[in-house]
Every structure is written in structure tokens, then in C-alpha cells.
């Protein structure tokens, strides 16, 4: 390993990187504007009502400085209900040096890898559903998608068995309180003011099969994360006045797997994905007025879906997916919680997208939702219903 | 007992039911035959390598970088669409549509950028005279110079 960074480091002094030419730089962008209206529940945003605030917008700035070296970085911004409000972030900026096939590096802030598309996730001109299941709900977003640190990545080919890519990623990242994480744990009753994460590693190994078009793979996710949060509802005698940091909030364990299997045959694309959530979330008051409360509540969440798209013409794609995520996997059917379908989130979706041309695509969607588990009660302040359809359409622009 | 927002939602899946029925119509009075026009693959003269069909496809995804004598490998693309769509289909196992998404993904990830393309199979052919390492693919019946090399795929 350090041979290859010294080569890398060689590589960077040798080459004139300070050729630096605005000519060979490639830039890259898109615009999306959605719109969502559901008959009953809001989800994710006001959509009872129906909500334009359903945005996203990013530009991209790349440049080969070397046959094997190049340096990228992006700018994103988006709203989605109360999340983003379109305040401007780095979404990625690296530098990725490719020694062999076998072996290169990056370092920077990097995507995560997740599933099949987690790091394509905001990209919307990029695949077939506006909203991809829940196995990438978007309350996981500020967590998983990008850190900072350094990644190993490279492909070995083999004759007979097809060809195993990997990639492995360690480093440090950090949450937004505002984000979508927080508004998870606000169901919770916590407010959550502060977030430190310690170390993070993730790596994804995807075996591209002898077998045209079949792949199958798997990623992890390891996070140290510990929180401060204000207590909101958690049944205490209200006479304490609550200022500052009441909690010590801390997910220890925490690791998300998911498995993946994708089959192309021509235009029709098969993809299936499981993901297990674990963690141990333990919980401790903080507030000197409080009496001290300790209790731990264990993370077992699963998700899964099975998704079908197929290309019609240069014009039309049409898509669908069914999908379900519980948030306590030890209780899929809700016997524990005030209601039942709490406990659970089903979900159908068929989609239409239409490519206007190369850099015009509109889309749209509807979904059939059943359960609460991804109903936020804060958006649903008259309660949640077991069921509901939701309708988006969304245009986008990128070149 | 019925919502307005219920009613509301009814009418807007029956609208959004009878678009993609639209458009399904539509589709089927689009479809076109493919023209059977066949290519061949040429390299830079200095290429020296037996290449196979898995290496075509390595080498168009960006997965095999460099030749075996550790030369980087530069690959461009013609892009008049029915020879592209018929390599791609022939060597990478992706519809035009799937490539052009699978690029744009590194893009926009950052761990790659666009091929360089060509639309013009004259400016094709003088890129891979110019360039060491270079590969593509243009038209049979293009004819080509000893600048460049043909090359038999096993």
C-alpha cells in the first residue's frame, strides 16, 4: 500500500497539474422540479394539499490532469418538504488516481456506496422512478450519502467466473441536525441538536456474472454515531423547563447491509435489493433537574423490493416496484405499537418516463401506500391513516 | 363516504391511467425496424494484442485501462446511432440508452468522465491514426489506411 501511494504521490509531482485549462474542464448539470399530491397522509412534505417543494439542481466540474488522474467536484442543492430548503452543498469532490485495473484510489469527500443507487440517488434523469423504494428512503440520505476519507477501488477480470469489482471507503462524516435523520428520530420525541460521528467504513463488492447482464452484490455500512437532542413528548413531569442538551443520544453497532441482484436483458431491467438495519440505541437524560434514565432500544429494521423497468422506445420507459420496510423487524406486524400498521410501510409504484430528448425528461408516478412506518407524525399532526395514494411528476434538465 | 381529496386523487390516477394508455398507443405506431449495417474494429497500428470479446466489453466500460504491455488505453465512440446501438449491443451487452446512463452515473458520482465521441467517422479514423493505445469501431464499409489497424476479436 505504501509503495502505491509513494507511486501516486510521484505521479502527482511528475505530471503538471498546474496546467490547469477552463477548455478541458467538462461541466456537467440538471435541474428537476416535481410536484406531489396524496389523498391521504402527508409524506415527506404537505402533499394532502399537493407541494411544489419538491426540487433538486446540481452542476459538476471534472478535469483529466493526467491519463490516470483526474479531479472532480459537484454542487448540489434541494427541497423536499421541510429538508434541503435548497441551501447550496458539496455534494462530492475528489480526486481519484487509477494505478491499474486491480487497484486505484480516491480520496475526498466520496459517495457512499449503498445498494445499486445510493449514490446516484438525487439524479434523477438517471434512472426510471422519481422515488426509489424505501430501501433508499430519504430520511437516510444525510447519513449515507456522502464522507469524507479515502477509497480503495479497482475490478479483477477472470476467464471463467466474470469479473468482481470492490470498493472499500474509511473516514469520518458529518450530519445536518436539520436533516432528514432528525426528522426520524423527532417521532421519537427528540429534537436533535447536535450530531457526532466517529469513525465510518463502508464497501461494496459486486460479482458481474459469466452470465450477460447478471450481477449480483453486496455493501456495508459501519457508523459510530453519537447525538444531542432536546426531549420534545418523551413522558417526564412537565414542571422541568428544558434549555439545551437533554440527552445523550448514541447508536453504537450500527450497520446497514444491503444484498443486490440486477439482470438486464436488452431493454427489460430486474433488480432486487434486502437491507437490514442494526444498531443499538441507547439513550441517557442529561438535564440536571431530570432524574437519570437510561434504556436502550435495539435497531432491527428491514426492507426489501423487487423492481422491473423496461425501455419501450428512445422516447418512453415504463417501471414498477413493490416494496416493504418495517422498522422493527422482531415486530412486522405492529402488535407492540398503538396501531398495527405502524409497524410496516407496502408500497406500489408504476412509473412512466417520457425523454423528451437528451437533456428533457419528464416522468411520472403513482404509489400505493399501505401502513405508517415511514408516515411521519409530525406532518400528520390528525393521525395517520393505514392507507394512501400519492401521485408525483417531475421534469428534468441536465446536459 | 367520499373525500374531495379522494375524488380528487380517483380522477388523477384515471387521468394518469389514460396517458400511459396514450402513450402505449403511441409507442406501438413508432417502433422501427433496425438497419443491419455491420462494423468492424480498428486500433492504432502499434497495438500488437490478441483481443477477445470480454475485453471489448471491459475496455468500452472503463473496467481494462491499459493494454497488455501497459500502454493506457484510449477508446472513443462514434456515435451515428444504428452502428453505436449494434456494437453496444453486439460487445458491451447495454441498449444506447443503458451506456449513455452508465457514463452519466460516473459522471455525476465523480468517479469518471464522459468518453471522448465523435459523430463523424473521418474524424474517428484520424483520432485513432493520431493516438497511441487508441480503439474503436466504425462502419464496414469504411475503408481505412495502413495508419490504421483492423483488428479480429477472438
Known amino acids: ?399 | 363516504m367520499i373525500s374531495g381529496k379522494e375524488k380528487q386523487m380517483k380522477m388523477i390516477l384515471h387521468h394518469f391511467y389514460y396517458f400511459l394508455l396514450i402513450c402505449f398507443c403511441f409507442q406501438f405506431f413508432s417502433i422501427s425496424i433496425a438497419d443491419s449495417e455491420g462494423f468492424k474494429i480498428i486500433v492504432h497500428p502499434d497495438i500488437n494484442e490478441s483481443v477477445t470479446a470480454n475485453d471489448i466489453r471491459n475496455i468500452f466500460l472503463g473496467k481494462k485501462t491499459q493494454w497488455d504491455d501497459h500502454q493506457r488505453i484510449r477508446f472513443v465512440l462514434l456515435t451515428q446511432k444504428k452502428i453505436y446501438q449494434q456494437f453496444l449491443a453486439k460487445y458491451v451487452g447495454k441498449t444506447l440508452y443503458q451506456y449513455r446512463n452508465y457514463w452519466r452515473k460516473k459522471v455525476f458520482t465523480g468517479t469518471g468522465m464522459m468518453p471522448i465521441m465523435f459523430k463523424d467517422c473521418k474524424q474517428t479514423i484520424d483520432y485513432i491514426k493520431r493516438t497511441k493505445g487508441a480503439i474503436t469501431f466504425i462502419p464496414t464499409s469504411e475503408k481505412i489506411s495502413v495508419d490504421v489497424k483492423e483488428i479480429i476479436i477472438h
Open chain 1, 1 to 399: 500500500m505504501v509503495p502505491n501511494i509513494i507511486i501516486l504521490l510521484l505521479n502527482l509531482m511528475i505530471y503538471d497539474i498546474y496546467a490547469f485549462s477552463f477548455e478541458e474542464v467538462q461541466i456537467h448539470g440538471f435541474v428537476s422540479q416535481g410536484f406531489m399530491i396524496s389523498d391521504r397522509n402527508n409524506y415527506l412534505a404537505n402533499t394532502e394539499d399537493g407541494t411544489f417543494e419538491f426540487n433538486e439542481a446540481g452542476i459538476n466540474f471534472s478535469q483529466d490532469f493526467s491519463e490516470n488522474f483526474h479531479v472532480g467536484c459537484q454542487f448540489f442543492s434541494r427541497d423536499i418538504g421541510d429538508v434541503g430548503n435548497n441551501e447550496i452543498e458539496l455534494d462530492f469532490a475528489l480526486a481519484d488516481y487509477r494505478l491499474r485495473d486491480t487497484i486505484g484510489f480516491r480520496f475526498g469527500k466520496i459517495k457512499i456506496p449503498h445498494g445499486l443507487y445510493n449514490e446516484t440517488r438525487d439524479f434523477d434523469m438517471l434512472r426510471t422512478f422519481i422515488f426509489l423504494p424505501p430501501v433508499y428512503y430519504d430520511i437516510s440520505r444525510s447519513t449515507i450519502n456522502a464522507m469524507n476519507g479515502i477509497c480503495i477501488y479497482g475490478n479483477y477480470q477472470f476467464s471463467t467466473i466474470g469479473n468482481i469489482e470492490y470498493q472499500i471507503v474509511g473516514g469520518s462524516k458529518s450530519i445536518d441536525p436539520e436533516s432528514g435523520w432528525s426528522r426520524y428520530m423527532e417521532r421519537r420525541g427528540f429534537d436533535i441538536t447536535k450530531f457526532d460521528i466517529g469513525y465510518v467504513g463502508c464497501g461494496r463488492f459486486i460479482w458481474n456474472t459469466p452470465v450477460r447482464g447478471l450481477r449480483f452484490g453486496m455493501t456495508g455500512i459501519r457508523v459510530d454515531m453519537e447525538a444531542d437532542a432536546e426531549i420534545e413528548f418523551i413522558p417526564i413531569p412537565s414542571v422541568y423547563k428544558i434549555t439545551g442538551p437533554d440527552l445523550k443520544y448514541e447508536l453504537n453497532n450500527f450497520f446497514i447491509h444491503v444484498s443486490f441482484l440486477e439482470y438486464t436483458l436488452r431493454d427489460l431491467i430486474v433488480a432486487f435489493e434486502y437491507m437490514t438495519f442494526r444498531g443499538d440505541l441507547s439513550i441517557e437524560t442529561l438535564h440536571p433537574d431530570l432524574p437519570v434514565i437510561r434504556f436502550g432500544i435495539p435497531v432491527k429494521t428491514d426492507s426489501y423490493y423487487l423492481s422491473t423497468t423496461y425501455r419501450l422506445s428512445d422516447l418512453l420507459e415504463i417501471g414498477a416496484y413493490a416494496a416493504v420496510f418495517w422498522q422493527d423487524s422482531d415486530d412486522k406486524d405492529g402488535k407492540t405499537l398503538a396501531s398495527d400498521f405502524l409497524g410496516w410501510h407496502k408500497e406500489t409504484a408504476l412509473c412512466l418516463r417520457v425523454d423528451i430528448n437528451e437533456a428533457l425528461t419528464f416522468k411520472t408516478e403513482v404509489h400505493l401506500i399501505d401502513g405508517g412506518a415511514l408516515m411521519m407524525p409530525q406532518d400528520n399532526p390528525e393521525g395517520i391513516d393505514q392507507r394512501s395514494a400519492l401521485f408525483l411528476s417531475k421534469l428534468t434538465f441536465s446536459f
